[in-house]
């Protein structure tokens, strides 16, 4: 029979398109359970596995199972899965920590770990052996395999399969206490061979593994499989709606039945909801590993992960990868979402809140030809002050003053020898609107012996200061600076996608398909009160985007500054 044949659908549940307006399909299936009174509260949990960090997709786990928590006035728990020793380190855990925290996701006074439960998991299936209802086997992995079956073909009983209670008995207590190699004996379910769901031909519940654990250390030498561990910790710490994701659904039957034979007095139920992912980025937990691994990324945080730590650090808020994560709502079916999205979200949170500042990224000298030597108190340079606001959509993040003088740092790309049509910011004989501040006509430029242009000249006229009402005429373009007298030098990263997934994430040759231009560093000139910025701080630059002071490689009175989005938006609302 096919894969579907064995693919069951959620009692009452159904799929996000159907559903009523404003409920998913969780809480509508939550909504039937209390009120045929199935559970009397909702209790949820985060269980990852501490063998890496956490990424975008796991936002969205976090963030639907506590929003549920709130929602129902119930219980959120964090729990680490840490069942296998061979790939968790105490590293995953503190960034895990990190990360739900960050994101606001109150799991209470108490974090769970999974080997809390290793002796009641044990007690379990000592209890389950005693009804018959598992078996120890001699078979080795391979015999295991064939003996399995096929999705056409029934599975082989295992030779082991009826041994006496007793002996099973003694025999996984011998396995517990160390009398067998890896692989030699297994504890397996007694289900049936025959189930069109492969999940329930007896699976393995117990293996041996002589593997020290980063939370018991060696008082273990048999682990409990995962499908076996996952409901027990489920129910041993009250769990009534255990949310998981999509390929755990054929798994689900197996799920009830090690509830079932544990006896839990209110058995935890399993729904199952489509994973995130994420279009033109790799979201999964093994390409981000090799990523890090093979040093190809600064670390787990990098700023074009999107692992939530990645996420942080490039700036991104929680609030804007809750409204993503909402927006991208909860579904049976698979799907993925636009980068752009996410984008888009963090634009909107960062709009009202972020200071509006003036950086020059690729600077080129811009000279003002005819700018007064001193001023009438006879200040020489001469320089003004002026007056720009913070944030135009926010009044209330007020006014700053910026000096202006007769040098100034503008966009390379702000000027053009030879404009193509539509051009309206600098050219000779053009006259543009320097933000805040002057019309100023260009006059000429010059270039050093490659041709490149290396300073521009432009002429100013005193009588069209910004906020003074001139009204003589008007000019198309208005182009942002710093002044060169006060502007400091600053690290700016900007970035792509390092690997996009939709051209492909790997190369014929096997090795990654790399974005040669997912990290380009300039050194920019940017007005002198950015040179005060904190980690963590975030702007927008006129222009060029929004940024954000990166925490690591800022130093006092030099931040570095990591754009998080650019302000040109492709993505439309739906
Ligand atoms: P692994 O392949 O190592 O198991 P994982 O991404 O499933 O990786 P877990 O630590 O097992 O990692 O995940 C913790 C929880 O996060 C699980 O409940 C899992 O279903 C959920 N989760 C993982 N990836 C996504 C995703 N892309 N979207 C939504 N939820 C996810
Ligand atoms: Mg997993």
Redesign the pocket.
């Known amino acids: 029979m096919a894969t579907d044949d064995v693919k069951r659908t959620q009692d009452g549940a159904q799929t996000g398109a159907e559903a009523p307006a404003g409920r998913n399909f969780i809480e509508q299936a939550i909504d039937k359970d209390l009120s045929e009174g199935v559970y009397d509260h909702v209790h949820t949990r ?4 501490p ?2 960090y956490l990424h975008i ?2 936002a ?2 976090i963030l639907l199972n506590y929003g549920l928590a709130v929602e129902y006035g119930g219980t959120f728990n964090l729990r680490f ?1 840490d069942t296998n020793p061979t790939k968790e380190k105490s590293e995953f855990v503190d960034s895990i920590i990190e990360d739900v925290t960050w994101l606001g996701a109150d799991y209470g006074d108490k974090i769970y770990y999974a080997s809390d439960y290793f002796e009641e998991m044990y007690d379990i299936a000592v209890k389950i052996i005693r009804k018959g209802h598992a078996y120890v086997s001699d078979l080795t992995a391979e015999e295991m395999r064939a003996f399995r079956g096929t999705l056409t073909e029934p599975g082989v009983n295992d030779p082991n399969r009826d041994r006496s209670i007793e002996e099973n008995l003694d025999l996984f207590a011998r396995m517990r206490a160390g009398e067998f190699a890896d692989g030699e004996k297994t504890l397996r379910a007694k289900i049936d061979m025959a189930s069109s769901n492969i999940n329930m031909r007896d699976p393995i519940i117990y293996r041996v593994a002589h593997l020290s654990h980063q939370h018991t250390g060696d008082a273990w030498c048999i682990y409990p499989m995962y499908d076996f561990a996952h409901p027990i910790e489920d129910g041993i710490e009250g769990i009534t709606h255990s949310i ?2 999509l390929e755990f659904e054929d798994h689900r039957p197996l799920y009830d039945w090690v509830v079932k034979e544990a006896e839990f007095e209110v058995p935890p139920r399993q729904i199952e909801f489509a ?3 994420l279009n033109n980025v790799v ?1 999964g ?1 093994r390409y981000i590993k090799k990523l890090v691994e093979e040093k190809i990324v600064d670390g787990w945080d990098d700023p074009r992960l999107v692992s939530i730590s990645g996420l942080r650090r490039r700036g991104f808020t929680p609030s804007a990868i809750k409204k993503f994560v909402e927006m991208a709502g909860i579904s049976k079916s698979q799907s993925t979402n636009e980068y752009a999205a996410l984008e888009y979200c963090i634009r909107e949170d960062l709009k009202p809140d972020c200071s509006r500042m003036l950086a020059v990224l690729d600077p080129i000298k811009l000279v003002i030809d005819n700018w007064p030597e001193s001023g009438d108190d006879g200040q020489s340079p001469y320089v003004e002050m002026l007056e720009a606001p913070n944030n135009l959509e926010n009044p209330g993040l007020g006014t700053r003053m910026v000096s202006f003088g007769k040098e100034l740092w503008i966009e390379r790309d702000d000027f053009m020898e030879e404009p193509p049509k539509k051009y309206y910011r600098l050219y000779p004989g053009n006259e543009v609107r320097l933000m805040y501040a002057y019309y100023v006509k260009c006059t000429g430029f010059e270039k050093d012996e490659n041709g490149k242009v290396t300073a521009v000249h432009c002429t100013y006229d005193p009588e069209t200061k910004s906020g003074s009402g001139f009204e003589g005429r008007k000019v198309k373009g208005t182009i942002h600076w710093v002044h060169a007298a006060d502007a400091k030098k600053a690290e700016v990263r900007l970035y792509e996608n390092i690997i996009d997934e939709e051209k492909g994430v790997y190369n014929e040759d096997g090795s990654l398909n790399l974005n040669p231009n997912s990290l380009t560093t300039v050194e920019a000139y940017v007005e002198p009160a950015l040179a005060q910025a904190k980690a963590f701080d975030r702007f927008q630059f006129v222009r060029n985007g929004f940024f954000c002071v990166d925490y690591k490689d800022s130093t006092e009175g030099k931040p570095v500054f990591n754009r998080i989005v650019s302000l040109k938006s492709s993505f439309k609302l739906k």
């Open positions: 985060f269980p990852p596995e063998n890496g997709g796991h969205k786990s899965d998981c994701t994973k995130l992912y979201t937990k």
